[in-house]
């Protein structure tokens, strides 16, 4: 059954009813098939922050709606070229007051695959570099006053912000969120690693992907980042996110990134070679983020736990939990497996990755037990899948399940 996300009841979460919204995840997650099955990427929607009478922060020359939007229809237009099969959606492409809402909204009538969201920061004329959020609970009070920021457009619109009056982005109701989205979540977090990874290589300081309860992430119904590009309130973080080479530079490296995520979606992920040749072949080095790309085809899983060798088949589509990524092979009586049983390894650009047990094409079992690895201490264990022994992308393998 194809869903319509833009029908979905996953708003509002109001105080008092979060026995209602745990009840809606039970039915998300353990209703049989999964209730929310995003395709291979075809629509993004990239959301320049603030316009029109909302400046957002500023510097000394630049005001945060302007460098937004810049890099907003910088990248829109190189995802264009490289991908003109793709269908890229701007909530603003001019300078216009666009509501929260409405942003979310756009994205979601849509039915749109990906949602960036381009800001920029602001605080003391010492704090500089890039930092990339998701949807979750401050962890600070430096993300709260973020979220906070980037909130208090809705004071702005017409009604004052009278319809988010009863909007709850209390603890409970983010959790709650967080689990009704699991899987789009994950490749939230997946994207924004990459994003980071290429702000880096820029020379860009890199705060983290971090999480917070920005109302516009809330609303969306497909993986969803927020991207603070740097610091308007720090004279050389303006020097360079306020002018075009800077954006331009930005705007690539987010390009990069949306590549390196649309191939791991779509079934091509993999390691590159080159952050293969860096890692040392002296003790096996444990990597907790996800892959990132290379064009290497992934060769097919190999049992390694030899106390359990005849217990499980590894043909058809199988859903696992991908818990390691070592530079050299290990046993199953390994002390980094921490226990763990019927584990299976494969290789993929230069490294031995391994996984536990499968779940077949129950996909909820495999996102319950990926929780509990991470509870185990595997911080980076993800869900995967496998058909007939080689690595697949998730959504090729839920519209395997649907059929």
Known sequence: MQIDRTKLPFLPMYKGNVMRTFLFVLLVFYGGKPYFSQKSIETIVIDAGHGGKDPGCHGKFSKEKHVCLSMALKLGALIEKKYPELKVIYTRDTDVFVELGERANIANRAKADLFICIHANA??????????????????????????????????????????KNFDLSPDAIIAKRLQLSVFLDHAIMFAQYLQAEFKKLGRRDRGVKQAGFMVLYRTTMPSVLIETGFLTNPGEEGFIGKEAGQNKMANAMLVAFEKYKRSIEGNDATSSTESQNISEEKPKETDQEPTVTNEAPQNTTFIDKV????????????????????????????????????????????????????????????????????????????????????????????????
């Open 308 to 403: 359990n060798e005849s217990s499980e088949k590894n043909t058809g589509l199988i859903f696992r939990v991908q818990i390691l990524s070592l530079n050299s092979t290990i046993t199953g009586d390994s002390p980094r497996l921490k226990g763990e049983e019927n584990t299976y390894q494969y290789k993929q650009g230069g490294l031995y990755k391994y996984c536990t047990k499968g779940f077949g094409k129950d996909l909820k079992s495999a996102v319950n037990y990926k929780v509990q690895m991470r509870e185990k201490g595997f911080n980076g264990a993800f869900v995967v899948a496998f058909l007939d022994g080689e690595r697949i992308g998730i959504e090729k393998a839920i519209k395997l399940v649907e059929k």
């Open 123 to 164: 605080a003391s004329p010492a704090a500089y570099g890039t930092e990339t959020y998701v949807l979750g609970l401050h962890r600070s009070e430096s993300q709260q006053k973020v979220a906070s920021r980037e909130n208090s457009i809705i004071e702005l619109e017409e009604d004052g912000g009278a319809q988010y």
